[in-house]
C-alpha cells in the first residue's frame, strides 16, 4: 500500500534528495506527442519493449497477471523491474537523477511529483492526453476521481493549489483513504460505537484498552496509528483528524509559506493525538510503520486502525482477525467534515524515455477501465481511481463481504483529497513534524515544540 503509502500504502523511505530537490535543469523542449498524426491504433507501436520500474505492490501483481493482454492487443513488450518499498524510491532517484532513459515509465506518489517535477525529471502527460491520434477514445479522463487527477497536476509554485494548468504530471492508478477499521466483535461484547468525535475517538480508544483485555481480548489495546519519525507517519490518520478539525499545515503570506503548525488549536489537536497514543496505543510506537500498525489489527492486538483503509483490508484474509473487521470513516470535524488525506500509487513517464510513444500507449491501457475493472475484480486493485469501476456491480459485490468499506468509502470519497499544502521540501518538512510528535509524546511540552518546529520550517520551506 502506501505512501509511506502503505507499501500497500506509504512509502516509509524518504527519496534521496539534494536539499529541496533533485538538482538538474528541466528540459524547456516540445512535446513528441504533437508528432503524432492521423487515427489512433493500438499496434502503433508494434514490435516495441518497454521498461518499467515499479514496487513490490498488489498493484503491480495484478499487472503481472494481465500484462499479456496489453502485449496481444498492441505488440509492445513490457519488462518489469520490481523493488521492495524500502528502497524502491531510492531506485527511481538514482534513474531520474542519471537521465540516462533506463526505464520508460514507474510508479510514484503524488507527493513525489513536487519533488521529481521541478528538476524535468517527469513527461508532461498533458499533450498526450490532449492529441486525439496519441490517446483511445474510450480513455475518458471524466471517470477518473477529479481529486485524484488534480493531485497530478501542479505548477511547481510553493502553496500553489493542485489541479491548475493543462499539465498532467502522472495518472493515478490505485490509491487509499484514511478511515477508521475496527474490531466488530470487540465493539459488540463491549457494548460500543465508533466515535463520532475526536473527543468520542480519545474516550472511545482509552475504554477499549481498559476494557477488552477483561472481556477475553487478552493483551488487546485501543488504537493503532503509525509513530516512525518519518513523512509517513503524519500523512494517515493524524493529517486526516487534523483536517477535519479544520487546521493547516501552511498558509501562503507575502509570496511565502508560513507554518500553522503551531496555533492554539493545532497545538491542543497534536497535544492530545499523543497523550491518545500514550495512554491507548501500543508500546514502542516511535517504531510503528503502516505495516507494523495493521499487522497489530490483522493479530487481534489492537482494536482499531486509523490507517489507510486497504493496509487493514489486507488484515482481514488469513489472520486471526479476518473476519471479524469492519469499516468506519471516523470521527468527524466540529462541523461535520470528513476531510480525509490519501496516498495515491500512481504511473509517470520517464522525461529521458527514448521509448515515449509505446510508454504511453502502456500508460493510458494500464489506466484504462479495460485494466482497471479486470484487476479490481480478479485481483487486489483497490481502491478503484475510475469511478465506473468503484461503482460497478462486480467491484462493489466483491467488496461487499468487508464490513462496511464500501459504505465507508462513499461518505469520505468527496472529501479525500491531499490535504498537505504543495511545496517542494515536503519530506524533510513532514518528517520533522512527526519528529516533533515524538517528543510530544515523550512528554515535551506541546506549545514549546510546535513553536520551534514552525519556526525551522518557515526558514526550511521557503529557503
Not at 499539465?167 to 492508478?173: A, D, T, V, Y
Not at 463491549?190 to 474516550?203: G, N, Q, R, S
Not at 513534524?433 to 510530544?440: E, K, P, R, S, T
Not at 515523550?442 to 514549546?448: I, R, T
Request: aromatic share 12%.
Amino acid at each position: 500500500m502506501q505512501a509511506t503509502g502503505v507499501g500497500l500504502g506509504a512509502v516509509a523511505g524518504v527519496p534521496l534528495l539534494d536539499g529541496c530537490g533533485f538538482g538538474g535543469q528541466q528540459d524547456k523542449g516540445g512535446s513528441e506527442a504533437d508528432e503524432l498524426s492521423g487515427s489512433f491504433d493500438w499496434k502503433q507501436y508494434d514490435g516495441k519493449t518497454i521498461k518499467l520500474l515499479l514496487n513490490k505492490h498488489p498493484y503491480t501483481d495484478a499487472l503481472k497477471q494481465h500484462k499479456a493482454a496489453f502485449e496481444k492487443k498492441t505488440g509492445i513488450t513490457i519488462q518489469i523491474d520490481e523493488f521492495p518499498e524500502q528502497n524502491y524510491f531510492d531506485k527511481v532517484t538514482l534513474e531520474l537523477k542519471s537521465r540516462q532513459g533506463n526505464y520508460d515509465a514507474f510508479m510514484l506518489g503524488a507527493y513525489m511529483v513536487w519533488q521529481y517535477g521541478p528538476p524535468g525529471y517527469l513527461e508532461d502527460l498533458g499533450p498526450w492526453m490532449e492529441n486525439s491520434a496519441a490517446t483511445h477514445g474510450g480513455f475518458d479522463r471524466d471517470d477518473f476521481y477529479p481529486n485524484l487527477l488534480d493531485a497530478g497536476k501542479w505548477n511547481f509554485k510553493n502553496g500553489s493549489a493542485l489541479g491548475g494548468g493543462k499539465s498532467q504530471w502522472m495518472l493515478p492508478w490505485g490509491f487509499e483513504t484514511n478511515t477508521v477499521c475496527y474490531r466488530k466483535d470487540v465493539f459488540d461484547k463491549l457494548k460500543v460505537e465508533p466515535a463520532a468525535t475526536f473527543d468520542d475517538l480519545i474516550e472511545l480508544a482509552s475504554t477499549v484498552a481498559k476494557k477488552a483485555p477483561g472481556a477475553g481480548f487478552d493483551g488487546m489495546y485501543g488504537i493503532s496509528v503509525r509513530g516512525t519519525k518519518e513523512w509517513a507517519t503524519i500523512h494517515p490518520g493524524f493529517m486526516t483528524m487534523y483536517a477535519r478539525m479544520g487546521l493547516k499545515d501552511f498558509e501562503v503570506d507575502g509570496g511565502e509559506l508560513v507554518a500553522k503548525v503551531n496555533t492554539p488549536e493545532a497545538v491542543e489537536f497534536t497535544d492530545k493525538w499523543a497523550k491518545m497514543v500514550r495512554d491507548s496505543g501500543p508500546k514502542g510506537w516511535t517504531s510503528y510503520t503502516w505495516y507494523t500498525a495493521s499487522s497489530d489489527l490483522g493479530a487481534g492486538k489492537a482494536a482499531m486502525l486509523f490507517d489507510a483503509d486497504i493496509a487493514a483490508y489486507f488484515q482481514n484474509e488469513d489472520t486471526p482477525a479476518a473476519g471479524k473487521l469492519a469499516w468506519h470513516p471516523g470521527p468527524k470535524g466540529p462541523d461535520g467534515s470528513l476531510a480525509t488525506n490519501m496516498w495515491i500509487w500512481s504511473l509517470a513517464m520517464n522525461s529521458s524515455s527514448k521509448n515515449k510513444g509505446p510508454a504511453w500507449w502502456f500508460l493510458q491501457w494500464a489506466t484504462s477501465k479495460e485494466h482497471l475493472l479486470w484487476a479490481g475484480t480478479k485481483a487486489q486493485h483497490i481502491d478503484a481511481v475510475r469511478k465506473s469501476v468503484a461503482e460497478s456491480g462486480g467491484y462493489r459485490k466483491r467488496l461487499s463481504a468487508a464490513t462496511d468499506f464500501i459504505d465507508t468509502f462513499d461518505q469520505v470519497i468527496d472529501q479525500t483529497k491531499i490535504q498537505f499544502t504543495p511545496q517542494k521540501n515536503f519530506f524533510d518538512a513532514t518528517t520533522s513534524w512527526a519528529g516533533a510528535l515524538q517528543q510530544i509524546y515523550g512528554g515535551a511540552d506541546a506549545k514549546s515544540t510546535l513553536d520551534k518546529l514552525a519556526g525551522s520550517l518557515d526558514e526550511r520551506v521557503n529557503a
